[in-house]
DNA sequence: GTCTATAGTGAGATAGAC
DNA sequence: GTCTATCTCACTATAGAC
């Protein structure tokens, strides 16, 4: 590992930044290449195009997410309380690269990025966030099925999961206009946790006498 | 009213309809104005440019998101009550116009849009979403002062009631594979309400002993 | 692996006829 | 109000020297 970043690295670094921000279609090659210290032509060595290059940022992005989680997907802790760490190894994740919740929302919400064909790099990444969900989604079902969860409807929480967390480091400047405060410094970051625990405790928690009668079930 | 669309509402339309899949930077004024039936110069007789049609789109629907929701910000409903009514009667408005909370969404969690300077309208677009904001922490503080809620941050609460309800409604492509369903279906908006709801009031309810505990507070 | 130079396309915007 | 024609500029990408 070089002490120095490779321009690779360089260039991923500063694509990631400004896809983040301005989306795809919002950064241009010039830019990205200025920030790099390179000429322009110097980031079609690297990468075949503009469109590699945003897949290979989003890839980056979408392991460092799944490496975060991954510990916590696993079926050794009990369901809810795999959910509330797993929420805030997530949230670690996103407050140490402040980059990623954003990158990971557009990836979410963005359509039609590319008028011709996308770059075949998309399919990496598409299959990682994919298997991120479906190990999600088997969680939250075993909490429900366990009697550790209200019996919530499991993919409309998968989407209120990734709405509480990720919106929220996503949302740049209005969000710390709302929070009166730098989204990332660590006492609210230490705060967003402590809150979206508690909301995930109290809204999808069985109550009392459910998870009894689970646990009771003599059929 | 004509029953036939004005040439600049259409172009609203059709500029909404983009802007909210693609973004301002993804939308050429060419593509808006095929879709408008229109030549390309023409919509500049409407709109001073591209700016300007973006930032008119944007303030139609801040309006329409305000109207959904001005009827339950009033001082009128208990605090818990009118949050769960309120965002009944957003989600409501979400189904009637689906452009409306990516459009929201985006204007949340987007910066840097304009290279040079942001067209003048913008402002009233801004004015409109902050008071509205505003309006919404006032509720939740009044919830909270009132013992309805449990002791939430209250500008935490707000962003995690927005990826509650505007995430999901703008999450596209990715939110149907989560769904298995259309995100806009009848019986997906119908189990939506009612996973928010539930989800709002279990997790964001006083516990029993704390509501009594202030309806009783004797100093 | 980096550069200069440039091709080629499409963008936003304007002028002026109808 | 809408059109055709055109301007200018920025964009992605390539060619080829060093």
Same mark, same amino acid.
């Given at each position: 590992m070089p002490s120095v970043l490779s321009s690779r690295d360089k260039i991923l670094d500063v694509g990631e930044s400004l896809f983040a921000r301005r989306g795809y279609a919002g950064v241009g090659? =010039?830019?990205v290449a200025q920030l790099s210290g390179l000429g322009k032509s110097s980031l079609f060595h690297h990468f075949r195009g503009k469109g590699q290059l945003?897949?290979?940022v989003r890839i980056r992005t979408l392991k460092r997410i799944r490496d975060a989680l991954a510990p916590f997907?696993?079926?050794e802790t009990a369901?809810?309380?795999?959910?509330? !760490?797993g929420m805030c190894a997530l949230i670690d994740s996103f407050a140490e690269h402040p980059t990623s919740a954003r990158l990971l929302l557009r990836g979410l919400v963005e359509e039609e990025i590319f008028s011709g064909e996308s770059p075949p790099e998309l399919e990496e990444a598409e299959q990682i966030l994919a298997e991120l969900l479906d190990d999600l989604? !088997?969680? $939250?079902? =075993?909490?429900?099925?366990?009697?550790?969860l209200r019996a919530v409807a499991v993919p409309d929480t998968m989407q209120s999961l990734i709405g509480l967390v990720a919106y929220h480091f996503a949302s740049g400047a209005m969000g710390? =206009? $709302?929070?009166?405060e730098a989204l990332f410094s660590s006492s609210a970051v230490r705060r967003r946790k402590r809150e979206v625990v508690?909301? $995930?405790r109290e809204g999808l928690r069985a109550p009392r006498s459910d998870r009894d009668e689970e646990r009771e079930d003599p059929t």
């Open positions: 090659m =010039r830019e945003y897949a290979e997907l696993t079926l369901p809810l309380e795999a959910l509330e !760490e989604s !088997e969680l $939250i079902e =075993r909490g429900v099925k366990a009697g550790e710390e =206009r $709302i929070l009166g508690n909301f $995930i």
